[in-house]
């Protein structure tokens, strides 16, 4: 924090009206503007996505309740996103289940319908094999944060993490609703 507080400090001189007058008359003043800038690029970088606790960790609660629709949306997500078993449908989704994805249908039939267009049937592993980064529940909500790899615009062989979020509305032990961040 400190070395921040110096940059700060620094810079606010340099804004001074004689500004230019520094720099050309000292360029070393230009050399330590240089390196300050490059020093704070790189302490205000981005730091990679990672997963806050093993997924197991992430399903405890202290509220019995929350432990449920935590438990409840992760074995959807299992067996049915990634297992492509569209037989548990019934066991996970609420018949009126209510879908805010721009590009998908509302019922507990249209996301059979377009999940069974892009998943086979496989066997379900203990996890969610996609890397979890949180399992947070309040009340009768449940949301999912996922690393997500992208490549850089300018440079497409560079990756770097963000974080995509799936959040699941429970009632009366199924899942009623979905909200994420997709676009069209």
Known sequence: MHILLLIHIFMQSLIAEDFKYRIMKNPITLIITAALLIVANSAFAQLPVKPLAPQKKLLESKDPKLAANKKLVYDMWREFLEGGHMEVAEKYFAEDYMQHNPTAS??????????????????????????????TAEGDLVT??????????????????????????????????????ATK
């Not at 850089?152 to 979905?178: C, L, P, Q, S």
């Open 106 to 135: 509302t019922g507990r039939k249209a996301v059979v319908e377009v999940f069974s267009r892009f998943t086979k049937p496989q066997p379900v592993v203990d996890t969610i094999k996609a890397k979890v980064v949180s399992i």
């Open 144 to 181: 999912l944060g996922f690393v997500r790899e992208l490549s850089e615009k300018e440079d497409k062989t560079k990756k770097y993490t963000t974080t995509w979020f799936d959040m699941f509305r429970v009632e009366n032990g199924k899942i009623a609703e979905h909200w994420d961040s």
